[in-house]
C-alpha cells in the first residue's frame, strides 16, 4: 500500500506563474489536507477537503490560494500569481476518517520562487 | 484558538542517554494527538498516536503519554541512539474541528 504521494517534489516558478502541487492520499483515504511550512517555522493547517467537497478552507491564504479533491484524481493545491513569500514546503495529509483516524504525511512538495 | 508549544527547542545529548520532549496545549480539550518525526528536507513520519479515549501508547523505544486535564504531553525516548537525531512535532487535533495544530517541534541531537 503505497503512502501518501505528492508530486512534484520541487517546483521552481517565477513570480506571477502559476504553480500546481498535486497529492494521491493513500488507498482507502478520503480525507485530505494541506500544510504550509515556511522556512524555519512550524506548519500551519491550509485546507481540508472530502472528495468534492472543502469542509474547512479557514488556513488559506483569501487570494490567489484554491485547492480542490475531484471525484477521480488527485487533490490539486493551487497557487496563483506566485510571490517570494510562497516559497514553502507543501504538505499533504490524508486519513480514513475525520477526528478519529491517524494522519499520514507525504514528502512534500518544495516551491521555490524566483 | 489552540496554541501548541514544545519544549526544548532544541536537544544535544550523548548517545545512550534518556530523554523526554514536552509538549502543551492552551486548550486542553484534544481529541486525538500525534507525535511526528521529521528528518531534514523530508516529510513527517508518524510515530505515535494517542485516540480520545487513552492515556499513553508505546512503540519500541518510545513511550508518549497525554494528560488530558492539564493539556500536556510527553514523548519518551529510552537508550537514545544517532539515527534518533531528527526534528519532533507534536500535534493536537481538535474535539470541534478537523486540523492537527503543530507545535514548532524539538530538534534533537544525539551524538556518538
Known amino acids: 500500500n503505497a503512502g501518501v504521494m505528492q508530486n512534484p517534489r520541487h517546483l521552481v516558478r517565477r513570480r506571477g506563474q502559476e504553480a500546481r502541487l498535486r497529492c494521491s492520499p493513500m488507498?482507502?483515504?478520503?480525507?485530505v489536507y494541506w500544510y504550509r511550512q515556511l522556512p524555519e517555522e512550524g506548519l500551519k493547517f491550509m485546507v481540508y477537503?472530502?472528495?468534492?467537497?472543502?469542509?474547512?478552507e479557514s488556513g488559506m491564504p483569501k487570494e490567489r490560494f484554491s485547492a480542490e479533491f475531484p471525484k477521480e484524481g488527485p487533490s490539486i493545491l493551487r497557487i496563483q500569481q506566485v510571490v517570494r513569500g510562497d516559497s514553502a514546503a507543501y504538505f499533504c495529509?490524508?486519513?480514513?476518517?475525520?477526528?478519529?483516524?491517524?494522519?499520514?504525511f507525504g514528502e512534500g512538495s518544495r516551491l521555490t520562487v524566483l | 484558538k489552540q496554541e501548541v508549544t514544545q519544549i526544548p527547542a532544541a536537544l544535544s545529548v550523548p548517545e545512550g542517554e534518556n530523554l523526554v520532549l514536552n509538549c502543551s496545549f492552551t486548550?486542553?480539550?484534544?481529541?486525538?494527538l500525534q507525535w511526528f518525526r521529521q528528518d531534514p528536507g523530508k516529510g513527517l513520519t508518524s510515530l505515535l498516536l494517542?485516540?480520545?479515549?487513552?492515556r499513553e501508547q508505546t512503540s519500541g523505544r518510545l513511550n508518549a503519554s497525554l494528560d488530558k486535564s492539564s493539556g500536556r504531553s510527553t514523548l519518551y525516548i529510552a537508550a537514545s541512539q544517532p539515527g534518533d537525531s531528527a526534528t519532533y512535532l507534536c500535534?493536537?487535533?481538535?474535539?470541534?474541528?478537523?486540523?492537527?495544530?503543530f507545535g514548532e517541534g524539538t530538534q534533537l541531537t544525539v551524538n556518538p
Open positions: 495529509a490524508s486519513s480514513v476518517r475525520f477526528n478519529t483516524g491517524e494522519l499520514f
Open positions: 488507498k482507502g483515504h478520503s480525507h
Open positions: 477537503l472530502q472528495k468534492e467537497n472543502i469542509i474547512d
Open positions: 486548550d486542553s480539550a484534544i481529541y486525538n
Open positions: 494517542i485516540q480520545s479515549s487513552q
Open positions: 500535534a493536537g487535533q481538535e474535539t470541534s474541528g478537523s486540523r492537527l495544530t
